[in-house]
C-alpha cells in the first residue's frame, strides 16, 4: 500500500538549515508533506508556537507541498487526523540515535501503522541544531550560516531586546 504524505514534527525552536535540508528532500519524495509543531513538547520554548510556524512558513513558501501545523496532543493521532501513516526525522549523529529510538519505539507501540523514516543530515548541516544557533545568536555573533535571513532577524531580536 502507498502513502503520499508525510509528517515532519519537531519543536523547531527556531527553524535551521539543517531542518530545511531535511524537508526540501522530503518534498521531493511525497506528494504532501505536513509539518507539526508539537505543542505539548517537554522542551520549553524560547519562540512561541505562532512565531516559529511564521518563521517555517517564510523558510518553506518556495515547496508547493508542504504544509505547518501546530497540535497538542500525541503525534500518532495527528497522523490519524491527517490520513497520514509516514513520520519523517533527521538524524545527525550517534547521540541522536537513542532519543529517537525510544520515540520511534514509542510511537510503533502507540499505533503500529505509523512508520518512521529517517533521513541523514547533509554534511553540511551535522553540527546545526536549534539549541546551539541560539546560544551563537546570545553572544551576538552571525547566524547566517546556519539560519536563513528572517530567522537570524527573528534571533536577533529576541536575544537584544
Ligand atoms: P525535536 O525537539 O522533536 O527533536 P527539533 O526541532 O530539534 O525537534 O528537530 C526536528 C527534527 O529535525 C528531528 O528529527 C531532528 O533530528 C531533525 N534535525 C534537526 N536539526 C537537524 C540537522 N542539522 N540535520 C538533520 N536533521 C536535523
Redesign the pocket.
Known amino acids: 500500500m502507498t502513502n503520499t504524505k508525510a509528517v515532519?514534527?519537531?519543536?523547531?525552536?527556531p527553524i535551521?538549515?539543517?531542518?530545511i535540508?531535511?524537508i526540501e528532500r522530503s518534498a521531493d519524495r511525497f506528494e504532501e508533506i505536513h509539518i507539526c509543531v508539537?505543542k505539548n513538547?517537554s522542551?520549553s520554548g524560547t519562540f512561541t508556537v505562532d512565531e516559529r510556524i511564521e518563521l517555517i512558513k517564510e523558510s518553506v513558501k518556495h515547496l508547493t507541498n508542504v504544509v505547518v501545523h501546530q497540535f497538542s496532543g500525541l503525534l500518532v493521532d495527528f497522523c490519524d487526523e491527517i490520513g497520514a501513516k509516514t513520520i519523517i526525522?533527521?538524524?545527525?549523529a550517534v547521540s541522536?540515535f537513542e532519543?529517537?529510538l525510544r520515540l520511534t519505539s514509542m510511537n510503533k507501540k502507540l499505533n503500529s501503522d505509523v512508520e518512521t523514516f529517517y533521513?541523514m543530515?547533509?554534511t553540511n548541516?551535522?553540527?546545526?541544531?536549534?539549541s546551539v544557533v541560539k546560544e551563537v545568536a546570545a553572544y551576538k555573533a552571525n547566524v547566517s550560516d546556519f539560519v536563513p535571513e528572517h530567522v537570524a532577524k527573528a534571533l536577533n531580536k529576541k536575544f537584544n531586546k
Not at 548541516?125 to 536549534?130: G, R
Open positions: 515532519i514534527p519537531g519543536s523547531f525552536d535551521t538549515y539543517g531542518h535540508d531535511i508539537l513538547s522542551k526525522r533527521g538524524l545527525r541522536d532519543y529517537e533521513m543530515t547533509s548541516y551535522s553540527f546545526i541544531s536549534s
